[in-house]
T-cell receptor
Framework: QKEVEQDPGPLSVPEGAIVSLNCTYS??????FMWYRQYSRKGPELLMY????GNKEDGRFTAQVDKSSKYISLFIRDSQPSDSATYLC?????????????FGAGTQVVVTP | DGGITQSPKYLFRKEGQNVTLSCEQN?????MYWYRQDPGQGLRLIYY???????QKGDIAEGYSVSREKKESFPLTVTSAQKNPTAFYLC??????????????FGQGTRLTVV
C-alpha cells in the first residue's frame, strides 16, 4: 500500500466552479503537507504548504488538513482555465529532509471555459 | 534570473546506450535531487546530494549514477542497466535539507524516451 493515495482524475469542471482535490495518507507521523501544481511538460511549483493540522488560505486556494482522518484537501475557488494542470500532494515528517517527501500520483484538473 | 536549468528538454536513447541529463542551479543551494515521474505514480527519488562531493541513493537508484563535483551542477547518467528508462526526469534543489522554513525548487524536466 502506498503511503500517499491520490485520485488521478481527470477532474473536469466548468469555469467558475470550485475544484476539490484530496489525498489520503497512512503514516500518522506526517505533519508537513504540501500541494504542488504542475503544468503539462513542466516542473512542479509549490502552491501551498501547511504544518500540522488546520486550514490555510491564499487567495483562491484553501488547504485543509484533517489529521484524525489522515486526509488533506485543496480547494480552488472561482476556477479559471489557467488552473488546468496536475495537482500533486506531498507529505513528510517534520524531521524529514526534502529527499524523504512522499508524493501522490497527482490529479489532473481540466477547467472548461 | 535565479533558477534550475535542465537540459535537454527531450532526449532519445537507443537500447544499450548511456545518456547524461544535465541539471544546473544558480540559487546557491547546497542540496540537489533527482526524481523520476511516471504516469499514475508520484515522484520517486533517484539520488540526492546534500553537499559537494557527497550523494546518497534514493528509492530507485539502480541503473542510475550521479556526480556532484560542483555546487551548481548535479548531472544524472541513465545507464544501460536501467531496464525501463522512458520517463520524465525532474531535478530539484533546496537551500537546506529540512522541510521546515525552506522550499525545494524544480527544473522544467527532461523527457527521456528509449527508441
Amino acid at each position: 500500500q502506498k503511503e500517499v493515495e491520490q485520485d488521478p482524475g481527470p477532474l473536469s469542471v466548468p469555469e467558475g466552479a470550485i475544484v476539490s482535490l484530496n489525498c489520503t495518507y497512512s503514516n500518522s507521523a506526517f505533519q508537513y503537507f504540501m500541494w504542488y501544481r504542475q503544468y503539462s511538460r513542466k516542473g512542479p511549483e509549490l502552491l501551498m504548504y501547511t504544518y500540522s493540522s488546520g486550514n490555510k488560505e491564499d487567495g483562491r486556494f484553501t488547504a485543509q488538513v484533517d489529521k484524525s482522518s489522515k486526509y488533506i484537501s485543496l480547494f480552488i475557488r472561482d476556477s479559471q482555465p489557467s488552473d488546468s494542470a496536475t495537482y500533486l500532494c506531498a507529505i513528510g515528517e517534520t524531521t524529514d529532509s526534502w529527499g524523504k517527501l512522499q508524493f501522490g500520483a497527482g490529479t489532473q484538473v481540466v477547467v472548461t471555459p | 534570473d535565479g533558477g534550475i536549468t535542465q537540459s535537454p528538454k527531450y532526449l532519445f536513447r537507443k537500447e544499450g546506450q548511456n545518456v547524461t541529463l544535465s541539471c544546473e542551479q544558480n540559487l546557491n543551494h547546497d542540496a540537489m535531487y533527482w526524481y523520476r515521474q511516471d504516469p499514475g505514480q508520484g515522484l520517486r527519488l533517484i539520488y540526492y546530494s546534500q553537499i559537494v562531493n557527497d550523494f546518497q541513493k534514493g528509492d530507485i537508484a539502480e541503473g542510475y549514477s550521479v556526480s556532484r563535483e560542483k555546487k551548481e551542477s548535479f548531472p544524472l547518467t541513465v545507464t544501460s542497466a536501467q531496464k525501463n528508462p522512458t520517463a520524465f526526469y525532474l531535478c530539484a534543489s533546496s537551500e537546506g535539507q529540512g522541510l521546515m522554513n525552506t522550499e525545494a525548487f524544480f527544473g522544467q524536466g527532461t523527457r527521456l524516451t528509449v527508441v
